[in-house]
């Protein structure tokens, strides 16, 4: 046998060992009902805000009948959305549906889980040069290493308000001098969201970087026909990467497939860059009113954006 031959076997029988490893051969990718390639196409558009079937294809080497045969499935599932694109009307644009998100979610964690599982028994060393080959198989194998997707929104989970509750208290003390008062509002607000959270009419969006949550964003039901924004925050970490906007327009999305015909919001003043972002998703200010709170002087702001 030639050395490069040999060199084939090794290569053959790693895959052979990590396919295993990782369990992809199973029926089910990650115990669900979606195969290997299905997950992977919901974690690109998990991962992006829109995208064409083309640049799937294109990236992931897929056959585009094949792509476009499993895309009809999902969106016969409701787990994505096509819109026209606004540069070429021949295109769709494609994205995940708040279904989808809520789809995906518990296959991301997962997926994280089962690495974990796999990482956790090696030590630190270990684990470093274990990420070391990796990283050099995917260098000389002639894929650079990339940077991840900037972020991935999900919906709520266990233990994120208790983030909600911290961030909001410490990010708005270092950033405005707000006392302890607001952190005590924001804890009776997600306490009340929890206990009479409707997922038909309510919705929390959470957003993770490198596994770590950046962002949050919740929309709650104020009456049978409007929708309320509230708690949207954005960790100084994850800011420039569009991701106030992105939390914004989800509400905005979820909304109108609710069926609400009004959001509305409310605001301080200070907080300028929110202001700024509300106003570039098309809500206006409707109302001021001066207030004392958080141990300031401030003018309190609703804002509306009408869905009809």
């Known amino acids: 046998m ?11 029988g790693f895959n052979r060992f990590y396919t295993n490893a990782i369990g992809v051969l199973r029926e089910g990718h990650l115990d669900s009902p979606f195969s290997l390639t299905e997950v992977r196409v919901l974690y690109e558009l998990a991962h992006r805000e829109s995208t064409t079937a083309a640049e ?12 476009s045969r499993m895309l009809q499935g999902f969106q016969r599932r409701g787990l994505i959305d096509r819109r026209p694109s606004e540069s070429d009307g021949r295109r769709s644009l ?55 997707a900037p972020y991935l929104l999900r919906t709520h989970q266990p233990g994120d308000m208790g983030w909600v509750v911290h961030q909001h208290g410490a990010l708005y003390a270092r950033e405005y001098g707000w006392d302890e008062s607001f952190e005590a509002l924001v804890a009776r607000i997600v306490a009340d969201f929890l206990e009479s959270f409707d997922p038909r009419t309510e919705r929390c969006w959470i957003a993770e970087r490198a596994g770590e949550i ?29 991701l106030g906007s992105r939390l914004i327009d989800e509400c905005e999305r979820f909304a109108r497939q609710v069926g609400y015909r009004r959001i509305v919001l409310w605001t301080n003043h ?39």
């Open 270 to 308: 200070v907080l300028k860059d929110a202001r700024r972002l509300y106003e570039k998703a098309g809500y206006r200010l409707v109302k001021e009113e001066p207030h004392h709170s958080f141990g300031h002087d401030l003018v309190g702001q609703t804002w509306e954006l009408d869905l009809r």
């Open 56 to 67: 799937l294809a294109a990236e992931l080497r897929l056959d585009a009948g094949y792509l």
């Open 94 to 148: 494609l994205s995940l549906t708040a279904e989808g998100r809520t789809t995906f979610a518990p296959l991301e964690a997962r997926a994280r889980e089962e690495i974990r599982a796999l990482l956790t028994p090696l030590s630190a060393a270990d684990r470093g040069r274990l990420l070391e080959s990796m990283q050099t198989i995917q260098g000389l194998l002639g894929s650079p290493v990339r940077d991840e």
């Open 214 to 242: 950046v962002g949050s964003v919740f929309l709650v039901r104020k009456s049978k026909t409007v929708g309320q924004l509230r708690l949207l925050l954005v960790d100084p970490r994850a800011r420039g990467l569009g």
């Open 2 to 12: 030639s050395r490069i031959d040999r060199s084939v076997e090794v290569v053959r």
